[in-house]
């Protein structure tokens, strides 16, 4: 009985594996260096998710103007919504960012394969990290870890 318990309390779970796996993208878009709140909506947007105030940097984003689907600023945004725990308009907002050639495409597919773990859609989680693993990308080794990982969920 006592191993029974014990492999009750350490199987692991989707979202177990989300949160091991989640870390906000790291900004490449805006110097912040001596930049202050009273600054452009991009600076306040980038101080705020930089300090983990997701709302916040949301509410910054939401207020920059002709902010496009292309835009690369829409991966950090969709990395807040993901932290703050709304898959779906993650999701929504990173999917034509996956499909757009560039530097930004592959975070967009980790992320996305992040936000169908956190909703325990393993087959997507699985599809997003498989395409990760067929390229040479920064992110790589780490789809093909969690990818071994998630695999052994079902």
Known sequence: ISSFWACQ???TTAGDLFQENFHPFPNMLVDLENKTLDSTYEVRSFLA????????????????PNLTKE????????????????SDTAREILLPISEL??????AANWYLALAALKSNDINETQT???LLT???TYIR???QVLISKVNELE
């Open 49 to 64: 998710y930089r300090q983990k105030e997701y709302q916040l940097a949301l509410d910054n984003f939401e207020k920059i």
């Open 134 to 136: 067929n390229r040479s």
């Open 141 to 143: 080794n780490e789809a």
């Open 128 to 130: 997003r990290l498989q």
């Open 71 to 86: 835009n690369p600023l829409q991966l950090y945004q969709g990395v807040c919504y993901l932290a703050l725990g709304n």
């Open 9 to 11: 309390f350490t199987s």
């Open 101 to 106: 050639k560039g530097e930004y495409k592959d």
